[in-house]
């Protein structure tokens, strides 16, 4: 008889690889990105086949992603607003959960309204929680928790001597949700460009060249066997 998969239950993805997608089809790279979208949905909307996962968090757009041309910004903005409307439906057929990590505050008045109004209206929701990474930097949440921390400090509110890795973990964004098992990265880039820095102390890593418009349950399958192979140590024996 077959092994029953040890299943993550929370899963992070860098979803990288839109432009390059783009580029090997001499599109513009915003199709790339609407292409990707379609790519989140269909994921998104298989995960009802694997209960298992609880979390997933997506990282959609950050810190950094500024810096790219005012039009590439300002077509994913777009792009968010429309996959938020399109998607709602989707959201509370199959009873998902919306949360957003990073600084929506810092997000234009649009895709930010849309985003707090989908929280609020699947925030009863008990299936999957799927969490979009926007305007996120793991170095920002760093900081705004040491900020918040520094303050309560300053008022009296707090004992700097409390301070530790479990009170520190409290002033993260959604210190309600467990530590990601299972990180993924599409289109083969080795690097974290600041996603999770804290959050992913001890998840297992999996890096798929496959361009992330490309990707879908299978990848996602081939992922998650990948990750029930591993052997995870925790720094233990
Ligand atoms: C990921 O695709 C999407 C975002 C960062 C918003 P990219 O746009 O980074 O695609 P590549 O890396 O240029 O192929
Ligand atoms: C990481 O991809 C950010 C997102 C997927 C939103 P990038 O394409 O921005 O990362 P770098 O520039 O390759 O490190
Ligand atoms: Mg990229």
Redesign the pocket.
């Known amino acids: 008889m077959e092994n029953k998969l040890v299943m993550p239950r929370h899963i992070a993805i860098i979803m ?2 839109n ?1 390059r997608w783009a580029q090997k089809r001499s599109l513009n790279r915003c199709e790339g990105h609407r292409e990707g979208a379609e790519a989140l949905k269909r994921l998104i909307e298989g995960m009802k086949e694997f209960p298992e996962v609880e979390y997933m968090t997506f990282y959609a757009f950050s810190t950094e992603n500024w810096k790219r041309s005012k039009e590439e910004v300002s077509a994913l903005m777009s792009l968010l607003v429309e996959f938020l409307d399109a998607n709602l439906p989707l959201f509370q057929k199959n009873d998902l959960r919306l949360l957003v990590t990073g600084r929506p505050e810092g997000l234009p008045e649009e895709p930010r309204k849309k985003l707090a109004d989908a929280i609020g209206a699947t925030s009863n929701n008990k299936g999957l929680t799927v969490i979009m990474a926007l305007n996120y930097g793991g170095r920002s949440e760093i900081a705004d928790a040491a900020k918040n921390i520094a303050r309560k400090a300053a008022s009296g509110e707090l004992d700097p001597e409390k301070v530790d890795e479990a009170l520190f973990a409290q002033y993260l964004y959604n210190p309600q949700v467990p530590d990601p098992d299972l990180l993924i990265r599409t ?1 083969g ?1 080795l690097r974290l460009s600041n996603f999770l820095l804290w959050e992913i102390s001890y998840s297992e890593i999996y890096v798929t060249d496959t361009l992330w418009p490309d990707f879908d349950k299978n990848e996602l399958l081939k992922a998650m066997e990948s990750f029930g192979k591993r052997s995870r140590r925790f720094g233990g024996r």
């Open positions: 990288d690889g432009g289109s880039e």
